[in-house]
């Protein structure tokens, strides 16, 4: 596609529910990133991915947070027993190896 | 990665020129100094990059001195449209990275 796709653009769940939010990246482009951004906050680093591994996980915030990337392309962000302190933006993003970041819209993630 | 610091935030009117500072003191020398602007329920959006000097494409120019240690981002003839988030970011160049951001500043250009 044109541009980073995620979906849903909006997701509303009860506590303790698991979620799976989805990133699309722009073809060809071989990494990938999750952010999260809280309301009013700055983006927080999650997780990166270069092909179908995560060399870099350092930022997702338990271990109730996991994702994954198939073929090089499609990633999925878990979730598990969501809390009410999950609930934020969270953002894709991809690029080639080198060079400018291009994000999503976001999942808009609401924990009642 | 070098921190930085900006103004929280800044307002100005439209058709004026709006020059956003940003400070990171321990720039090092392989790190380029990255902008990128947020308008609400949008993802960041990159704006310039540059080492040294100055850069300019059409959105914005980029100015940095001699010693790195800070950076101006210039907007011409700011509009409406440009009332968002702008976020300074050093980082490495080549490689991933990360991007950290701050909190940015938060620009209103008002009528």
């Known amino acids: 596609g044109a541009g980073v796709s995620q979906s849903p653009s909006n997701k509303v769940t009860e506590k303790g529910k698991d979620v799976e939010l989805r990133c699309d990246p722009i073809?060809?482009?071989?990494?990938l990133y999750w952010y999260r951004q809280s309301l009013g906050q700055g983006l927080e680093f999650l997780i990166y991915?270069?092909?179908?591994?995560?060399?870099?996980k350092s930022g997702l915030p338990s271990d109730r947070f996991s994702a994954e990337r198939t073929g090089g392309s499609v990633s999925t962000l878990t979730i598990q027993r969501t809390q009410q302190e999950d609930s934020a933006v969270y953002l894709c993003?991809?690029?080639?190896?080198?060079?400018?970041?291009?994000f999503g819209a976001g999942t808009r993630l609401s924990v009642l | 990665l070098a921190k930085t610091t900006q103004p929280i935030s800044m307002d100005s009117y439209e058709g004026q020129e709006v020059n956003i500072t940003c400070s990171h003191n321990n720039i090092a020398t392989n790190d380029y100094i990255t902008w990128y602007q947020q308008f609400p329920s949008q993802g960041p959006r990159f704006i310039i990059q540059g080492y040294k000097t100055k850069v300019t494409n059409e959105v914005a120019s980029l100015f940095i001195p001699a010693d790195r240690k800070s950076s101006t981002l210039s907007l011409p003839r700011v509009s409406l449209s440009d009332t968002a988030v702008y976020y300074c970011?050093?980082?490495?160049?080549?490689?991933?990275?990360?991007?950290?951001f701050g909190a940015g500043t938060r620009l209103a250009v008002h009528p």
């Open positions: 970011l050093v980082v490495l160049s080549g490689g991933y990275n990360k991007l950290i």
């Open positions: 073809s060809g482009h071989t990494a």
């Open positions: 993003a991809s690029s080639l190896f080198t060079g400018g970041k291009y």
């Open positions: 991915f270069q092909g179908n591994s995560a060399p870099d």
